[in-house]
Nanobody, 114 residues
Framework: QVQLVETGGGGVQPGGSLRLSCSTS????????MGWYRQAPGNQRELVAT??????NYADSVKGRCTISRDYVKNTVYLQLSRLKPEDTAIYYC?????????WGKGTLVTVSS
């Protein structure tokens, strides 16, 4: 069973930055996709960014403001968010896909407000 734990959420003013981290309990290979999704109140969960075998993919809403990275030794994935907007407010979930099975963390709340 793979367990994921997200950290780094919190409150930030518009224009600010945050770095989210997600550590995993199991061995994750580079070919396993790891990523971040988010869910705002009243909305469905949506893709933010994924990282697979060295390639990163971003949602249009965060392109240019977001960087996903992985530490293969620590089995950790990071999400650097910058120039944050109020519409970025959501619970951010870490995801890893292994052999077609999705594993999720419990999420970390990011609130962007002045």
């Amino acid at each position: 069973q793979v367990q994921l734990v997200e950290t780094g959420g919190g409150g930030v003013q518009p224009g600010g930055s945050l770095r989210l981290s997600c550590s995993t309990s199991g061995r994750i290979y580079s070919g396993n996709s790891m990523g971040w999704y988010r869910q705002a109140p009243g909305n469905q969960r949506e893709l933010v960014a994924t990282h697979t075998a060295g390639y990163a993919n971003y949602a249009d809403s965060v392109k240019g403001r977001c960087t996903i990275s992985r530490d293969y030794v620590k089995n950790t994935v990071y999400l650097q968010l910058s120039r944050l907007k109020p519409e970025d407010t959501a619970i951010y979930y870490c995801n890893v896909r292994i052999h077609g099975v999705d594993y999720w963390g419990k999420g970390t709340l990011v609130t962007v407000s002045s």
